[in-house]
């Protein structure tokens, strides 16, 4: 399934942005939904997932701060990122898998996902 990302870009310490994620052609609401981001220098990480059964998942540096969401009218997937500190500066990356799991681990590894979107830049200036 082919993912595309869009809605970065500059933003000021404290501001807001929402990442969008779109499946054309496709629906979402089977597969298990994800965002990650890669900082420069720095390896590809988690950011949050939402399941098939809707729960939410989120790393600990974003939790209380991003809300993951989707759309499954529009095929979408959402990341809305309140309170942007110049830390969340990286490339956003969705992902989708087709498979449900049941495991809390799998939702935070890459590998879990078959699916990406080309990566939207997100800059935090302090």
């Known amino acids: 399934v082919q993912l595309q990302a869009s809605g970065g870009g500059l933003v000021q310490a404290g501001e807001s942005l929402r990442l969008s994620c779109a499946a054309p052609g496709r629906t979402l609401l089977s597969n298990t939904m994800a965002w990650f981001r890669q900082a420069p220098g720095k390896e590809r990480e988690f950011v949050a997932a939402v399941a098939h059964s809707g729960g939410e998942y989120y790393a600990d540096s974003v939790a209380g701060r991003f809300t993951i969401s989707r759309d499954n009218s529009k095929n979408t997937l959402y990341l809305q990122m309140n309170s942007l500190k110049p830390e969340d500066t990286a490339v956003y990356y969705c992902?989708?898998?087709?498979?449900?799991?049941?495991?809390?681990?799998?939702?935070?590894?890459?590998?879990?996902?078959?699916?990406w979107g080309q990566g939207t830049l997100v800059t935090v200036s302090s």
């Open positions: 992902a989708g898998s087709p498979r449900i799991y049941t495991r809390r681990s799998s939702y935070y590894q890459s590998p879990s996902y078959a699916s």
